[in-house]
């Protein structure tokens, strides 16, 4: 039974070494990037935001999935507050359908609502703060 016997060269094996650290860095990357694609944009539940009208506070709520907004709503306008700030309540219908809509507070405001519109785009914007919390 004869001997043989191998002859390696030292480029052909660090060649063959620095490739195999490659591809294992490779896929490493490719693996991190496809499972932080899962990762979810929000917490899910009901988060709200307060807004100081005629000295009372109005709670605006603005409720997720783990990907998306789902609702946006004010609570507690009393009256008094739908009186002097008559723009609020129609404005949180349009407001709140274009960023559902969009899934962004970067949204053109209405010349009509913009003041109005701003306040409850800083409160929803606010209160999704709290939720990727």
């Keep these: 039974m004869a001997s043989k016997i191998y002859v390696l060269k030292?480029?052909?094996v660090i060649?063959?070494?620095?490739?195999?650290?490659?591809?294992?860095?490779?896929?490493?990357?490719?693996?991190a990037f496809?499972?932080?694609?899962?990762?979810?944009?929000?917490?899910e539940g009901t988060y709200n935001s307060e807004i100081i009208l005629?000295?009372?506070p109005v709670e605006l709520s603005v409720t997720v999935s783990k990907d998306e907004i789902e609702s946006?709503?004010?609570e507690q306008l009393n009256e008094t507050q739908e009186v002097f700030y008559p723009t609020f309540s129609n404005?949180?219908?349009?407001?709140?359908?274009?960023?559902?809509a969009l899934q962004s507070t970067n949204i053109e405001?209405?010349?009509?609502?913009e003041v109005t519109g701003t306040i409850l785009l800083n409160a929803i914007d606010n209160a999704?703060?709290?939720?990727?919390?």
């Design 109 to 113: 405001l209405d010349k009509d609502y």
């Design 54 to 56: 005629y000295g009372n």
């Design 34 to 43: 496809f499972s932080g694609s899962s990762k979810s944009a929000y917490n």
């Design 128 to 133: 999704l703060e709290q939720a990727k919390k």
């Design 10 to 12: 030292l480029k052909d």
């Design 91 to 100: 404005c949180i219908d349009e407001i709140s359908q274009q960023v559902i």
């Design 15 to 31: 060649k063959t070494a620095v490739f195999a650290i490659l591809g294992i860095i490779i896929i490493a990357a490719i693996i």
């Design 72 to 74: 946006i709503s004010l």
